[in-house]
């Protein structure tokens, strides 16, 4: 007789295009689907990730949720859908989504919930009265849930010096596309094209949202330093944010500093690889609440060097192929640059190869979808 499959329902606040999201979409694109039956349920309509989904063989639903206060008619429509699917599984990722899958535990009381957890916490991070009751949430209700996949080593430890219990918790690196993330010269070359960067201008970039946990201004401030020392360097910001207002103040303190005719505001980009391609160095400047760095890992697969700040995972995954500074120290990230800019053409060479094969060895998609199925089907005695 054959086996019935088992349903999974992922669901998520939206398909915009994040770390965390970009992570769901990997993941669910390459589960097995001899094993698991896949449904996205997604919050928020748009964003740049829903037609790539979409155009998949996986089912999408958005629940077209109208806003922070449209929560009666939201959980109607989510928990009708849920009725209908019968899940065997439920996983939730990040914040909104995991409190929600409390609320869905007394509807659904026989069905394992998995909560996915994608940063590390930091009693310092800036987030509104929401964002502290939902944190607030789910350490008090961490003991309700099946099991919580974090995606870093730090964000376990966190974690776990809050509260959260330590016989639920698993670790699980995000996955890299090594496949799509890969050396790409023709690539950069024309985006560097596209910015008016010459081949002999050294490019160094921060990829990621333009919000505080990410520290743009301490890249600005070790921007400014590093042009003190080279005429030949450019310097970009590829990403957009939520609040304009924020980010007129970092346009403003690039103009404070002076480095407005060296910098770049790409906006937000869909040519991930040639962008990372584009690049000499890589840097992660955050502050805190980072995981693990998805940018981090593309541009190494792409065989970028990396100055990256010690905040959640970034030193364990850059290992000796980059450099590792302190957080909030632009001095210590200049430093670090410098270091990369002044290394030897065959050490430079030397450090790309390092850089991908770390990738290629250790943070693969077939480890992300292993895991997962492995620790779902675990749940389910299968």
Known sequence: MKKMKKKIVFLIRDLEYGGAQRQLVTLVKEINSHLLDVTVLYFYPGGALEKILKGSNVAVICLNKKGRWDVVRFLWRLLSILWQIQPNIIHTYMGEANVVGIFLKLFFPSTPIIWGIRISYSPDAAFDWLGNIIGKLETFFSNMVDLIIINSHSGRKDYLNIGFPSKKIVVISNGIDTEYFQP???????????????????????????????????????????????????????????????????????????????????????DMCAVHNALDIAVSASAFGEG?????GEAMACGVPCVVTDVGDSAWIVKDAGVVVPPGNPEALAAGCRRIITLPLSEKMLLKEKARKIILTHFSVKKLVESTQLHCLNLLGT
């Open 184 to 270: 790409h010269r023709e690539a950069g070359v024309k985006v560097r094209q596209e910015w008016g960067v010459s081949d002999t201008d050294i490019l160094i970039g921060l990829v990621g949202r333009i919000y505080p946990q990410k520290d743009h201004p301490n890249f600005l401030k070790a921007a400014a330093l590093l042009c003190q020392d080279y005429k030949y360097l450019r310097f970009v910001c590829v990403g957009t944010g939520p609040d304009p207002n924020y980010i007129q103040q970092l346009h403003h303190l690039a103009e404070e500093l002076g480095i407005t005719d060296r910098l770049i505001w790409s906006g937000a980009r869909g």
């Open 292 to 296: 693990f760095g998805n940018v981090i």
